[in-house]
């Protein structure tokens, strides 16, 4: 560990007087991830942490996140996620990247024994970073250095270095403290927005996002694209998405032709055809899977 630190401090990440060892621990996140379709694992073998991160932080950083598995003697596990509207930084097998909106679902192999340890950035929290369209990133990933230039090179080595996922964060943190530029308004209000949108089920069409924006549609559009790397409409159908897969999976999920109208379909048909191409599996598919997982009693 000590390595890693004084690797850190000799290459300026610790800008501001901020040093790592006083940078708070933030307190584990304890809501449920959401966006994770179904996965089956041998119990024990995969673990998942999050961490809230530091007031600081608080304006930019969603959460720190780390996945860590043990297959050894067990058939490989395939983890799935209908990812967020967010920019992601990930630490993993020799290597650091940044990761754009994702608009598919992603999907994983996890074999052997590894770990990924990742820092989430809020909706459109990423641009006054990236300074340029994060729309330049949707589906994309590049390499750390792309973005935070060689002196990043430092913060790479020291995390995948450090085995420990609460020094990580502490690590990234301090590497953010020293670099985060004040946080401007209308990212501000658009990072807002968009979370309103994941919490709100009640919010279905994009003309309603641009109600609450007080924009119009094509301003909307071009400022989400600039900002959020993908457009209203997609977040808006993404997090509906993401009600419609929980909800699916549950034992009492309800009528199907219901659910698609409390989404905001206008028929059945169209939201059997918005899950399967989003999720890769039919919704009577996807129930049936969650029911085969239930345990028996």
């Known amino acids: 560990m000590g390595e890693g630190y004084a690797r850190v401090s000799a290459l ?4 501001r007087d901020t040093r790592t060892e006083s940078v708070p621990v933030s307190r584990p996140r304890i809501d449920a991830p959401r966006g994770v379709l179904q996965r ?18 608080e304006a930019f950083i969603q959460h720190f996140w780390t996945v860590r598995w043990d297959l050894r003697g067990e058939a490989p596990v395939v983890a799935r996620t209908l990812p967020h509207p967010c920019v992601h930084l990930l630490f993993e097998r020799g290597r650091a990247r940044v990761a754009g909106v994702h608009e598919r679902r992603f999907q994983r192999r996890l074999q052997g024994v590894d770990r990924v340890f990742g820092v989430k950035f809020r909706p ?15 589906g994309r990933t590049v ?3 792309a973005v935070f230039g060689r002196e ?10 450090e085995p420990d996922a609460r020094r990580c964060m502490r690590l990234a943190e301090a590497f953010f403290q020293a670099r985060l530029p004040p946080m401007p308004t209308p990212i501000a209000r658009l990072r807002d927005l968009v979370e309103r949108l994941a919490s ?13 924006a007080g924009l119009d549609p094509r301003t909307l559009q071009r400022r989400f694209r600039a900002a959020v790397g993908v457009s209203p409409k997609w977040v808006v159908q993404r997090y509906r998405l993401h009600e419609a897969a929980e909800l699916l999976a549950r034992p009492d999920a309800q009528d199907m032709a219901a659910l698609a109208l409390s989404l905001g379909y206008f028929d059945q048909s169209h939201f059997i055809r918005d899950f399967k191409a989003v999720v890769g599996q039919s ?13 028996r009693r």
């Open 143 to 145: 390499g750390l250095r």
């Open 40 to 57: 089956s694992a041998p119990p024990g073998r995969i673990h998942h942490e999050r961490f809230a991160p530091s007031p600081a932080l």
């Open 283 to 295: 919704p009577g598919r996807y129930i049936a899977e969650a029911a085969a997982r239930e345990p």
């Open 12 to 15: 300026g990440l610790q800008k």
């Open 152 to 161: 990043s090179d430092a913060l790479r080595d020291a995390i995948l270095e």
């Open 200 to 212: 709100d089920p009640d919010i279905t069409r994009m003309e309603q996002v641009a109600a609450l």
């Open 124 to 138: 459109a929290a990423f641009q006054p970073l990236l300074r340029a369209p994060v729309s330049s990133l949707t």
